[in-house]
T-cell receptor, first 113, second 115 residues
Framework: AQSVTQLDSQVPVFEEAPVELRCNYS??????LFWYVQYPNQGLQLLLKYLSGSTLVESINGFEAEFNKSQTSFHLRKPSVHISDTAEYFC???????????FGSGTKLNVKP | DTGVSQDPRHKITKRGQNVTFRCDPI?????LYWYRQTLGQGPEFLTY????????KSRLLSDRFSAERPKGSFSTLEIQRTEQGDSAMYLC?????????????FGPGTRLTVL
């Protein structure tokens, strides 16, 4: 079985500051890793994913995440956040057959002007 | 809009009543998942279908819950004899797993309130 831990339930940050949202997972098998974002009053949307290859993956809006197998982490980072990044971010893992997806409890990113 | 639709978007019911939710996945997606999300938590896996076959059910899915996906298209989730603890957002997602992986596309959810 897999599990996901997002230690920070809320992260307040000022606009244009860097941010890191932490995600750690546990699994006895190889996994795929995902970050989903939920903007206010909207459904979950995929932000980025790690399947294989380069351990650093990027999204189209400037977020990046690095898969660290030894630390079982997949932290999400952005060097300079914008007000529009205010949302809840969920880290998720799945086995390589996509039989199940496990989600963390989410981190609310609140970007202040 | 991800292409996955759910109906209704909101449902208020009294304890003990039965409710049914519907999910219409993206048409070519053969996998369909149901999740439950309570306040302050991430989505919790309930069950998933590969075409019309229900392949796995979580222990969260008590005997009062049943899901179907006739003909491998839309899916329904029924909760019988609802309890206040069933109040949550019920999410549906669909995907077309490929060798190199694919994402899940989520619907907007059905928010259930049991009074």
């Amino acid at each position: 079985a897999q599990s996901v831990t997002q230690l920070d339930s809320q992260v307040p940050v000022f606009e244009e500051a860097p941010v890191e949202l932490r995600c750690n997972y546990s699994s006895s098998v190889s996994v795929y890793l995902f970050w989903y974002v939920q903007y206010p009053n909207q459904g979950l949307q995929l932000l980025l994913k790690y399947l294989s290859g380069s351990t650093l993956v990027e999204s189209i809006n400037g977020f990046e995440a690095e898969f660290n197998k030894s630390q079982t982490s997949f932290h999400l980072r952005k060097p300079s956040v914008h007000i529009s990044d205010t949302a809840e971010y969920f880290c998720a893992v799945s086995d390589r057959n996509f039989n199940k997806f496990y989600f963390g409890s989410g981190t609310k990113l609140n970007v202040k002007p | 809009d991800t292409g996955v639709s759910q109906d209704p978007r909101h449902k208020i019911t009294k304890r003990g009543q039965n409710v049914t939710f519907r999910c219409d996945p993206i048409s070519e997606h053969n996998r369909l998942y149901w999740y439950r999300q309570t306040l302050g938590q991430g989505p919790e896996f309930l069950t998933y279908f590969q075409n019309e076959a229900q392949l796995e059910k979580s222990r969260l899915l008590s005997d009062r819950f049943s899901a179907e996906r006739p003909k491998g298209s839309f899916s329904t989730l029924e909760i019988q004899r609802t309890e206040q603890g069933d109040s949550a957002m019920y999410l549906c997602a669909s995907t077309l797993p490929q060798r190199e992986g694919d994402e899940q596309f989520f619907g907007p959810g059905t928010r259930l309130t049991v009074l």
